[in-house]
């Protein structure tokens, strides 16, 4: 008796298998037949799900948006006290990314070198959080410099090139949190 499983459960197999394949091999060897492969479906399967690459990449895209989005609204809830609370919950959010997300950002921006179209779900996304940081902070500026030192830590840590110990990296975040609190409204 064949097992019948849920589309919307195969669709997260095929997104998590597919983060698998970019977290253990790189971007480079993130293919169909590949993905295909890690989540033990057909390629019709997949391609049932994601007609294309692109499609792929998109889903992955979307799924890491709402990841984020939603631990970062988990995060303002925990610190709703303060008038800073959506910046604060940005740079949490950042802080405990998981190498699995860093990974599908590396590969969402390598394929957004050759389809910059690709990236604008997160431009929305983007300028909310810098809208959120200003209104959040006195001055303005801070804001934008703290979420900009932010995104900074995002990208290095997304390419791996960020140069810094576990420990000078946890002091920097314990910093960041410490001003966004300063500079509150």
Do not use: C, W
């Given at each position: 008796m064949e097992c019948i499983?849920?589309?919307?459960?195969?669709?997260?197999?095929?997104?998590?298998s597919?983060a698998?394949i970019?977290e253990?091999s790189?971007?480079a060897?993130l293919?169909?037949?590949?993905?295909?492969?890690a989540a033990?479906v057909?390629?019709?399967?997949?391609?049932?799900?994601f007609?294309?690459k692109?499609?792929?990449l998109?889903g992955m895209?979307?799924?890491?948006?709402?990841?984020m989005?939603?631990?970062?609204?988990?995060?303002?809830?925990?610190?709703s006290?303060?008038?800073?609370?959506?910046?604060?919950a940005?740079?949490v959010e950042?802080?405990?990314?998981?190498?699995?997300?860093r990974?599908?950002?590396r590969?969402?921006?390598?394929a957004?070198?050759?389809?910059?179209?690709?990236?604008?779900?997160a431009?929305?996304?983007?300028?909310?959080?810098?809208d959120?940081?200003?209104?959040g902070?006195q001055?303005?500026e801070?804001?934008w410099v703290?979420?900009?030192a932010?995104e900074?830590?995002?990208?290095l840590?997304m390419?791996?090139?960020?140069?810094?110990?576990a420990?000078e990296?946890g002091?920097i975040h314990?910093?960041?949190?410490?001003?966004?609190r300063d500079?509150?409204?």
């Open positions: 499983v849920p589309a919307d459960s195969k669709r997260a197999l095929i997104l998590d597919a698998l970019v253990q790189g971007a060897h293919t169909i037949d590949a993905v295909a492969a033990e057909s390629k019709g399967g997949v391609l049932y799900h007609p294309s692109q499609a792929l998109e895209l979307e799924r890491l948006i709402n990841q989005t939603e631990r970062t609204s988990a995060y303002r809830e925990q610190h006290e303060s008038g800073n609370s959506a910046l604060i940005r740079i950042e802080h405990q990314q998981q190498p699995v997300e990974a599908m950002s590969a969402i921006l390598a957004a070198a050759v389809n910059p179209e690709l990236l604008e779900p431009q929305t996304v983007v300028k909310t959080a810098f959120e940081a200003a209104a902070s001055p303005n801070m804001g703290l979420q900009l932010v900074g830590l995002r990208f840590e390419l791996k090139l960020l140069p810094l110990s420990a990296r002091r314990t910093h960041l949190l410490k001003l966004a500079h509150s409204v």
